[in-house]
Nanobody, 126 residues
Framework: QVQLAESGGGLEQAGGSLRLSCAAS????????MGWFRQAPGKEREFVAA????????RYLDSTRGRFTISRDNAKNTVYLQMNSLKPEDTAVYYC???????????????????WGQGTQVTVSS
């Protein structure tokens, strides 16, 4: 059974940093693209960042580019999201997700991902 478990969320002041982690099990992690999405209250889930199964390419939501960095450690079956210069509008539940197919191209839509974690809350105060 494929499982994803996020950690690292919390309360941070604007301008601060947080690092999210997502530990994967039950799949050959190095074969799958991984993504981070977020959902704020009353809003739809939106794409934040994605990383190729090789780690060789990444994609970002425009509003997070330059502030957030996605990375992965295939030896640890873990994907990370380093979030710097946090803003109140970054407040949301953050989810990691594993792509629907192995060795695919990066996608930025949620239906390209088949397995989701339970989410971790990130709250940024002004």
């Amino acid at each position: 059974q494929v499982q994803l478990a996020e950690s690292g969320g919390g309360l941070e002041q604007a301008g601060g940093s947080l690092r999210l982690s997502c530990a994967a099990s039950g799949l050959t992690f190095s074969n799958y693209n991984m993504g981070w999405f977020r959902q704020a209250p009353g809003k739809e889930r939106e794409f934040v960042a994605a990383i190729h199964w090789s780690g060789g390419s990444t994609r970002y939501l425009d509003s997070t580019r330059g502030r957030f960095t996605i990375s992965r450690d295939n030896a640890k079956n873990t994907v990370y999201l380093q979030m710097n210069s946090l803003k109140p509008e970054d407040t949301a539940v953050y989810y990691c997700a594993a792509a629907r197919q192995r060795w695919g191209e990066l996608v930025v839509v949620s239906n390209g991902y088949a397995t989701w974690g339970q989410g971790t809350q990130v709250t940024v105060s002004s």
